[in-house]
Each structure stands twice: as structure tokens, then as C-alpha cells.
């Protein structure tokens, strides 16, 4: 049975930092790409940050400069480090795990997601 928990979540005000954390289990983890996921109410969900399993990272302009994200294939971990929240980083984030391959074929999985609240 495949599981990506997320945790680190939670209420910190405009300026602060938050490390969120998301473990998987139940997949060849260091076989995926990783990915941080949000969605703000009334808004599509979207693609912040992705580590490959070669450990490259891309991510979006919104978050550029500000987060970083790391992956420990020991752990089976990946990490979203926050710093310089703003108000409009507030939403649920979520965990995503991707691999496309002829060996393994294709396979997605999501968390379930953790609430990130930036007050002004």
C-alpha cells in the first residue's frame, strides 16, 4: 500500500518559516520525482517545486528564492523548506510522487495534504 504523509504545516505569520515534510511509503523511493503541490481556495491546484530522482530541482516563480526543496532517498523524505511566507502562500499543500519509465511504467500518488495559514 502506497503513503505520502505530509506534515509541518500550520499557522505562521508573513515573514516566518515552516519545513514541511512528506514520507512515503510502499514505492521504490528514490525511483520518482518529487513534487510540492498547492491549492489556494477557489483556485487551481498547482506545482511549486519538483526534485527529480536525480535531484534536480525546478521550481515556480512565485516561490523562487524563497523555498527550497530536498529529498532523502535514506528516509524516503522530501522536504519543502519555506522562508519569507507571504499571505498568498496560504493553502494546502500536497505531496506528489511521479515516475514514468519502460521498467516500472507509469504511476502517480498523492498525500492528503497540509494546511498552510500566513497571516499578514
Known amino acids: 500500500q502506497v503513503q505520502l504523509v505530509e506534515s509541518g504545516g500550520g499557522l505562521v505569520q508573513a515573514g516566518g518559516s515552516l519545513r514541511l515534510s512528506c514520507a512515503a511509503s510502499?514505492?521504490?523511493?528514490?525511483?520518482?520525482?518529487m513534487g510540492w503541490f498547492r491549492q489556494a481556495p477557489g483556485k487551481q491546484r498547482e506545482l511549486i517545486a519538483r526534485i527529480t530522482s536525480s535531484k534536480t530541482t525546478n521550481y515556480a516563480d512565485s516561490v523562487k528564492g524563497r523555498f527550497t526543496i530536498s529529498r532523502d532517498n535514506a528516509k524516503n523524505t522530501v522536504y519543502l523548506e519555506m522562508n519569507s511566507l507571504k499571505p498568498e502562500d496560504t493553502a494546502v499543500y500536497y505531496c506528489n510522487a511521479y515516475t514514468s519509465g519502460t521498467l516500472f511504467g507509469t504511476h502517480e500518488y498523492w498525500g492528503q495534504g497540509t494546511q498552510v495559514t500566513v497571516s499578514s
Open positions: 510502499g514505492i521504490i523511493f528514490n525511483i520518482y520525482a
